[in-house]
């Protein structure tokens, strides 16, 4: 009875120790210093895009209805403002993310750059840049029509490719952020709509759950 029961205990201890190895492999195996903040100010950064945009975009309507048609020049000068708009906003975005990840990295003597954070980058860059170039035929051939859900869709893809070396929740994140861009397709001209809802709300709510969940102070989760 004596051996069955230190038998068990071993088996037991034995388990224990098997998913204390597989959680210590799966946390070195992905890149656990992103932070939620990161992504509450990139959704800010997204929604203060948004607004910008839209104030162009009704400023270049009010323009047609006074001139009573479409001007070619007047059409060049917003299209060109939105894509350095876009660029800035990117940019912004990045940088607010890097240095909140930046932070948290230091918080927790976590490493920011090593191999699990470049397996996030390519991974990630392999749809983002796709979709770049892509967009920028678009832009080329003067289809403009799908720009924002096609911003989204590659967005998301990016998001769900780089979720296999960091934090799970990314995924559903990419997941929205697809399905957001899927639906625009439907509805083309609610674009502005579609972005701040995607880069901008769904950012914030996804920051704001991370931060909860894995951030403050006192939580169990790592």
């Keep these: 009875m004596y ?3 230190l038998f068990i205990m ?3 201890e034995h388990l224990k120790t098997l998913t204390d190895i597989r959680n210590i492999m799966d946390r070195s195996s992905r890149f656990r210093a992103l932070s939620g903040l990161s992504g509450v100010s990139a959704g800010i950064i997204g929604l203060v895009g948004a ?3 839209h104030s162009w975009i009704g400023d270049y309507y009010d323009r047609w209805n006074m001139r009573g048609g ?3 020049y007047d059409f060049a000068g917003l299209r060109g403002n939105l894509i350095v708009l876009g660029f800035v906003v990117m940019a912004a975005a990045f940088l607010s993310g890097f240095l909140f990840t930046y932070r948290k990295a230091k918080q927790n003597n976590l490493p920011v750059w ?3 954070a470049k397996k996030v980058l390519v991974n990630c860059a392999i749809p983002f840049l796709t979709g770049g170039v892509f967009i920028l035929a678009l832009i080329y051939n003067n289809v403009t029509q799908i720009i924002a859900p096609c911003c989204l869709i590659f967005y998301g893809l990016a998001l769900v490719n780089g979720s296999k070396y960091t934090l799970q929740d990314v995924r559903y994140l990419g997941i929205t952020e697809i399905a ?3 639906i625009n397709m439907f509805f083309l001209r609610k ?3 579609f972005w701040a809802i995607g880069f901008g709300f769904c950012h914030i709510i996804y ?3 991370m931060w909860w969940k894995y951030e403050r102070k006192g939580s169990l989760q790592t």
Aim: contains cysteine.
């Design 3 to 5: 051996c069955k029961v």
């Design 10 to 12: 071993t088996d037991h």
């Design 51 to 53: 607004y910008i945009a």
């Design 70 to 72: 479409y001007d070619d």
């Design 114 to 116: 090593d191999h699990t």
């Design 180 to 182: 957001l861009g899927l």
């Design 191 to 193: 674009g502005i709509i």
């Design 207 to 209: 920051g704001a759950l």
